[in-house]
């Protein structure tokens, strides 16, 4: 059992309504909405427009659609972390794996959203 510490940059849209995107600053603080984890310091956050499948009757086929009044943010976040064989855990004790939903809460905002990646910079034993 192996265990190296460095810094965790992850990935997540989050859905919010549109123009939200705009409470969300480099620099904010986030936490864990469910158990008040520290999550990390937010790096980025990009707007995009929200998609969803929905069923095209016509074709019998899923196909992308724009979801009127609400837009994904892309948000990047950064924490110290710990990594073992077993996970990587946040600074504030926040078990991170890639696919699962977090559920967030930063200055003016609460949202949640997969993580869709993790990236390692500075891992020392």
């Known amino acids: 059992d192996h265990c190296v510490t460095g810094v965790q940059t992850c990935a997540l849209p989050i859905l919010l309504p549109a123009g939200s995107a705009q409470a969300i600053h480099q620099g904010d603080h986030l936490a864990d909405n469910i158990k008040n ?26 196909v992308l659609a724009d979801v009127d009044g609400y837009e994904d943010v892309l948000v990047t976040v950064e924490s110290p972390c710990t990594v073992t064989d077993e996970a990587v855990t946040l600074g504030g004790g926040y078990a991170l794996r890639v696919g699962a939903t977090m559920y967030l809460r930063g200055e003016g905002f609460m949202a949640s959203g997969p993580v869709i990646a993790m990236e390692r910079e500075g891992v020392r034993k």
């Open 37 to 62: 984890y520290d999550v990390g310091t937010v790096v980025s956050a990009q707007a995009v427009p929200c998609q969803s499948l929905v069923l095209d009757q016509v074709n019998g086929e899923y």
